[in-house]
């Protein structure tokens, strides 16, 4: 009988670790403020090589990891503008297409989602802002390659903060640097609403203010050892002005997705110090939105990417010396590999285990769109 009590008063005390050690109510919780970071082409190989280059990485400090599956409607292997769909809406599609279904139906975005329940929204990435990635969160159109249309569309959107580069999609015809082939002055209309800026100096000089679009290159931005403003000066300001507009216009907190974009092309070009360089620049981003989230506990921070790159291989080294020996590309194309995910903060227990990458877009809009319920919910449906 005094075994007995001692086995149950054994199996309480377990039982009570047990579940507060993975019922812990933070991880429950459904995030105020959600940061999206997406290392286009970042593969497992990839963030091995920052880790030897750098020693340790922000992404090391991240409590929940998993893997996503990310081929696309029409391609065992996706391209970005489909994977930044699924990432995006929640739903596959062809590669190339930009948030619409095969069938042409129009797919709303967690920056749609953001807005119409009342967050702040913003976009920062090292590519041109009408690149496919940061495109998917914001326009729907059959191309990505039609970098107009998803200019003008993006001049119509309401989100709060754009950087990036790419402002020669949004000057006419006739003003030197501009990519357009009509007389469109979207600038203009930008203008007419936000704070716009192109140089580091107009960075640096911001007043506090609310929104703002910052294009620093007429087309793409250059590599991150040369870039300015840095990815993670950028995050940090966008991040700033998203809870300072949450605050003063009474929103409910913010997203924000920021893309370290170039990885991907570094891998294209099989250039390996390219590629650490990006690296390291995006996991610099991700410490901001790290701290960020350590600050402020209502924020859930999740890293992921859209396809591995490249095919990009390690086979010798030295951790101590922080080097690279020997390593290969085995093409200049994306490739089929699955891509790792982490997450931080109240709602991060959902990303673990291997998913496919609409679950990513999915559990996002599935907390947007429920932000007051805190109970489960089947995401898959
Ligand atoms: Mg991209
Ligand atoms: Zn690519």
Known sequence: MKLLFFIKKRLFFLLAITVSSTGCAAENTIPENIILFIGDGMGVSQISAAKVVK???????????????AYSSDSFVTDSAAAGTA????????NGVISLLPDAARLKTIVEYAIENNKATGIVVSSSITHATPAAFIAHIDSREKHSNIAKQIAQSDVDVLFGGGWGYFVPQQIPGSLRTDDKDLLQEIKKHKTFIQTEQEFLNLAPIDSVV???????PQQ??????ELSRLTDKAIEILSRNSELNNKKGFFLMVEGSQIDWAGHQNDQEYLINEMID???????GLKYARDNQQTLVIVTSDHETGGFAIHNGSVK???????????????????PVFAYGPGSSLFSGINDNTHIGRIIIQYIRNAEKSTSFDAKN
């Open 321 to 339: 010396n922080n080097t690279i020996s020997n390593s290969t590309f085995s093409s200049t194309e994306h490739t089929a590999a699955m891509v």
């Open 214 to 220: 910052g294009l620093f290159a007429v087309e793409q």
């Open 282 to 288: 995006f996991d610099d981003a991700v410490g901001v």
């Open 224 to 229: 991150a050892t040369t870039r300015k403003p």
């Open 55 to 69: 020693g340790s990485l922000n992404l090391e400090q991240f409590k929940v990891s998993g893997l996503l599956t």
């Open 87 to 94: 990432l995006a809406t929640g739903y596959k599609t062809n």
